[in-house]
């Protein structure tokens, strides 16, 4: 399929969607949203692809939303178009998704490798919620996720004074899993994803949804639910496959039932 803003391809069995608006510094424009969110269903849909990554370039993962796109609205309009809602889109994907960030990872830009699974950063990665400082907040999830991420007074010196940090304090913080040279981060995000893709399908669609669970319920029904899914895997032909294969002393053949 052919997109306006964004540039996609196939690595092994990793599917990358590249955001392509370099001289808007992947600004996150309605346009860049909805063709991301129809890429993402389009790859979780691929039996080909296990998993997913999405990145910028080196200079930008992306800037935030696009200022000039809403600078003008109304509230009453913002409300009415509710382009955050286009998001949501991006929770419903099963296959894993990483973000691999370089530069500036700013505002919705931020947000966006937030909504990701897990972040890659190059040393010249940027994050940081500025949008305090065009007089407004955070709107795509920065204040729920950096928080959850980095802990309330991290994230609330950040929100309320638009600084960002660098890859290093970001990694500290536990926003992101790993730090890379520039030159490597979209390489290892890369082979990552194929890592990822590599173990048996519903073993990593459902740990998934489990780690995910726990930004979502109280602890005891987090355990119930991780529990009730960790059985139900005993129902899968790779569970069999992959305790057989350890007995046996042999790698394991995975094939997704
Ligand atoms: N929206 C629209 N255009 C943007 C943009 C954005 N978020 N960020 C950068 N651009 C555009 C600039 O307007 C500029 O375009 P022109 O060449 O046509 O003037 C181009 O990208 C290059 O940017 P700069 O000239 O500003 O580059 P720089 O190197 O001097 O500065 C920067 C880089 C510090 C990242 C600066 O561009 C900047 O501060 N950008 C805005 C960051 C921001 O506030 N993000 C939050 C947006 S609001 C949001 O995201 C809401 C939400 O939660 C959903």
Same mark, same amino acid.
């Not at 990665?125 to 991420?149: D, S, W, Y």
């Not at 929100?159 to 536990?174: C, F, I, K, N």
């Not at 459902?206 to 639910?225: C, I, M, Q, R």
């Given at each position: ?6 540039? $996609? ?5 990793? +599917? ?38 999405? $990145?910028?370039?080196?200079?930008? !993962? ?16 913002? &409300? =009415?178009?509710?382009?955050?809602? *286009? ?16 530069? /500036? %990872?700013? +505002?919705?830009? %931020?947000?966006?490798?937030?909504? %990701?699974?897990?972040?890659? #950063? ?12 065009? +007089?407004?907040?955070?709107? #795509?999830?920065?204040?729920? *996720? ?24 970001? @990694?500290?913080?536990? &926003? ?8 490597? /981060?979209?390489? @290892?995000?890369?082979? =990552? #994803? ?12 459902? #740990? ?6 726990? !930004?979502? $319920? ?11 899914? !960790?059985? !139900? ?16 002393? *042999? ?7």
């Amino acid at each position: 399929m052919d997109y306006a803003t964004i540039l $996609t391809s196939v690595t092994g069995r990793a +599917g990358l969607i590249q955001l392509n608006r370099p001289q808007q510094l992947n600004a996150l424009n309605v346009t860049v949203m909805e063709e991301v969110a129809t890429a993402l269903e389009a790859f979780d849909q691929d039996e080909r692809i296990g998993c997913i990554v999405i $990145t910028g370039n080196q200079r930008a !993962f992306a800037a935030g939303a696009d200022i000039k796109e809403m600078a003008d609205a109304t509230a009453v309009e913002m &409300l =009415l178009r509710d382009n955050i809602k *286009r998001w949501d889109r991006i929770r419903q994907i099963k296959k894993p998704i990483i973000a691999a960030v370089s530069g /500036y %990872c700013l +505002g919705g830009g %931020c947000e966006l490798a937030m909504t %990701c699974d897990l972040i890659i #950063a190059s040393e010249s990665a940027q994050f940081g919620q500025p949008e305090v400082n065009i +007089g407004v907040m955070p709107g #795509a999830g920065g204040t729920q *996720r950096l928080t959850r991420a980095i802990g309330k007074s991290k994230a609330m010196e950040m929100v309320l004074t638009g600084r960002s940090m660098g890859a290093r304090e970001a @990694e500290q913080a536990g &926003l992101v899993a790993r730090v890379v040279p520039v030159e490597a /981060y979209l390489d @290892e995000a890369l082979k =990552l #994803a194929n890592e990822i893709a590599s173990r048996p399908p519903i073993a990593v669609r459902l #740990a998934k949804e489990a780690v995910n669970k726990a !930004f979502e $319920t109280p602890l005891s029904d987090g355990l119930d639910y991780e529990r009730r899914l !960790f059985y !139900f895997l005993f129902a899968t032909d790779d569970q069999k496959e992959g305790m057989r294969a350890f007995v046996e002393k *042999r790698p394991a053949e995975w094939h997704g039932r």
